[in-house]
């Protein structure tokens, strides 16, 4: 690719984005690009993600009174909607008719954020009206042709072509925006997700009256698509490279990773950024703040439990989105087998509504919160409320099956929190979690896809546990019998993380032609 100029811009297309403010995310792939808008604004570059205005946001929960979850939308609260300043407003065509768009804009230092806002027609309101939230195919299909056709027609209105260093296709649902926007050598993709089964596809006929391309195969995947246009293809950890090249072998020339990493700014508790600042860590100043912290946790968790105590329990923490490939079966179980030792288990994290194992997992999440004093369920889990859960804990537990988590990043916020993990080998994990030295690692690193329901996959998920198990009592003896040893492995993560976790790495990695100045 030609070199490309310093003030040019970097586009990020993304169906989701979790600001500090608003419900316009549902999950891991939101929270990373809302990362990445932060630091980029904050770094001087001219960063403009394009993402769509979902009124009604992703999905909450209430309970039944036998503690079924029943979920609800998240309409989109005044201050957030406040924050958004109109720009352009024009007419796109879809199923062949007149929609129009508004450009909701907000920006951050040097970055802007894009939300595309459809009141008219009402069919078209409606398909953008909630995040990864369709009643059909098809209409999925429109919800994601709506956000390719306002990206191509915003970038032509607001932004020259010439102006653009890199057009970046975050995950495979914006790969329909080349089929739209044909200015070739401008994109690059970013897959976020491990398994086979994160590929989606649409039927040939909706393409061809969308887009007028005839494709051969009857069902086309948008991943691949995004890979025969994009010039590069990033994995977001090295294990994912691995994985992706055994998926789609043909497309390995232009295939790379970067591993993902967090906004530290965001993250990072204040008390811990002040220690962070000085000349030098001790270990007797981060237990002094460690302490404090976990002392405010017990008021957050008796917003949930109003009768729960921290005093001298060890805290775990299991808290990220609940479908099976995660294993939120392990954190039941060890809470259910550990019942009597003085551990309390923080959990947290929703389904997504048609998810029904899911849902499963968050009907026993709250049976056991409600039947067991050594639980906590954070069903409303969120930004705002992971800060807290993450960098309060004494343990946090990362369990993905090997072979199916892209990369993962509660880990390093937590690490930068100076909380370790327990994690799996899988992921980011491997390139950051030193087994004993800075955290733990369990289970085995499997690099074949494997169904999670198979019977290896049974076979695998046995032994994991118990090491899981065995590997978190001796952790458990470690901070009560040895706490200088256990707050040393602490003190390692918080060190250690740091700067390779960096949102500002990842940034100067993807865009180091743009990157002005390095700021921490």
């Known amino acids: 690719m030609s070199s490309v100029r310093r003030d040019a811009y970097a586009i990020s297309i993304t169906p989701d984005l979790a600001l500090e403010s608003g419900y316009t995310y549902a999950g891991g792939l939101g929270v990373l690009e809302g990362d990445k808008f932060y630091a980029a604004g904050k770094m001087g570059m001219r960063y403009v993600v394009l993402t769509l205005l979902y009124k009604n946001g992703y999905v909450d929960y209430e309970f039944d009174p036998d503690g079924t979850p029943k979920p609800k939308p998240q309409p989109q609260p005044q201050e957030f909607l406040n924050m958004l300043k109109p720009g352009d407003k024009f007419t796109i065509k879809l199923r062949n008719s007149d929609v129009v768009v508004e450009a909701l804009e907000y920006t951050y230092g040097t970055a802007k954020t894009v939300f595309f806002n459809v009141d008219s027609p009402a069919w078209a309101s409606k398909i953008v009206d909630r995040i990864y939230i369709e009643d059909s195919t098809e209409e999925k299909f429109y919800k994601y042709t709506l956000l390719a056709k306002a990206a191509a027609e915003y970038i032509r209105r607001n932004i020259g072509l010439e102006d653009i260093a890199y057009i970046d296709l975050q995950e495979a649902y914006t790969a329909l925006l080349p089929l739209q926007l044909r200015i070739p050598g401008k994109y690059r993709m970013v897959i976020h997700t491990a398994g086979i089964w994160g590929h989606p596809s649409f039927p040939r006929d909706l393409l ?243 169904d999670v329901y198979s019977q290896r996959a049974g076979e695998i998920n046995e032994r994991e546990y118990a090491e899981l198990k065995a590997k978190l009592l001796q952790i458990f003896n470690l901070y009560k019998n040895n706490p200088e040893r256990y707050y040393g492995i602490a003190l390692s993560a918080f060190r250690s993380f740091i700067p390779r976790a960096s949102m500002q790495r990842v940034l100067r990695e993807y865009y180091a032609d743009l990157v002005k100045a390095p700021i921490f």
């Not at 061809?208 to 195969?217: G, Q, T």
């Not at 009768?307 to 609940?322: C, L, P, Q, S």
Request: with cysteine.
């Open 208 to 450: 061809s009256l969308e887009y007028e391309y005839r494709f051969i195969e009857s069902e086309v995947y948008l991943t691949e698509i995004g890979l025969a246009v994009a010039e590069q293809a990033f994995a977001v950890s090295a294990k994912h490279y691995d994985v992706l090249l055994r998926i789609f072998p043909h497309f390995s020339d232009k295939l790379g990773y970067i591993t993902n990493g967090v906004n530290i700014d965001r993250w990072m508790h204040e008390e811990l950024k002040k220690l962070y600042s000085a000349t030098s860590i001790s270990l007797d100043a981060l237990v002094k703040i460690r302490e404090r912290i976990r002392n405010r946790f017990e008021t957050f968790l008796q917003q949930y439990k109003k009768d729960v105590t921290i005093d001298d329990k060890f805290v775990v923490v299991w808290a990220r989105r609940i479908t099976e490939y995660k294993r939120p079966w392990m954190a039941i179980k060890l809470a259910r087998e550990l019942k009597d030792m003085p551990i309390l288990f923080v959990l947290g994290g929703k389904a997504h509504p048609y998810d029904y194992v899911g849902l499963e997992y968050m009907k026993l999440f709250k049976k056991l919160h409600n039947e067991l004093p050594n639980v906590v369920y954070i069903h409303d889990y969120d930004i705002q409320k992971a800060k807290i859960v993450l960098s309060s804990g004494d343990l946090l537990l990362f369990t993905p099956f090997s072979g199916l988590e892209a990369c993962g990043t509660s880990f390093m916020k937590a690490a930068i929190n100076a909380v370790p993990t327990l994690a799996s080998r899988d992921g980011g994990a491997l390139e950051f979690i030193v087994d004993h030295v800075n955290g733990w690692l369990f289970g085995e690193d499997i690099r074949d896809p494997i």
